[in-house]
């Protein structure tokens, strides 16, 4: 009964997050073509809360992907798609992690996280593995216990 505890406490231990600030990838494609790939280079990726430091909404906890794409000329710009990846203060999607805005000639579709770098590429984010792979562990750990 105790290993139960014990690996209990160690499920929790790494699905509780700390309230700090997370790391997430910083950048807008239009200025730096490396933004809209799949997964972006690490020298991409910041510190939210010393990144924005300076701001006065307090410590971000939430990442975003904004991907833009603007599907005829407008103003002498040419029709283009944008990927936008930057740090939140808010998270703006209550019930789902992305929602879309669309108007004349454009749309948005805009998803926030709350794992170090997962608006990166959509995969699952590391704490969801570490989750479901201590959850593995015991089952296991039950499964040998009734033996």
């Not at 984010?125 to 959850?135: D, K």
């Amino acid at each position: 009964m105790q290993y139960i505890y014990v690996i209990s406490a160690l499920i929790l231990a790494i699905a509780v997050q700390q309230g700090a600030a997370i790391k997430c990838f910083v950048c807008n494609s239009h200025k730096d073509a490396n933004c809209a790939l799949d997964m972006p280079p690490d020298n991409l990726l910041k510190d939210c809360q010393e990144h924005y430091s300076s701001r006065d909404k307090g410590i971000p906890t939430f990442c975003r992907k904004i991907t833009q794409v603007i599907e005829f000329a407008v103003n002498g710009l040419p029709p283009e798609s944008r990927v936008i990846r930057t740090c939140g203060f808010l998270n703006q999607t209550s019930n789902s992690y992305c929602y879309q805005r669309a108007g004349f000639g454009g749309r948005q579709v805009v998803c926030s996280c709350d794992t170090d770098n997962c608006n990166g590429a959509t995969s699952l984010s590391s704490s969801t593995v570490a989750v479901v792979g201590a959850a593995a562990v015991v089952l296991g750990a039950l499964q040998w216990l009734q033996r």
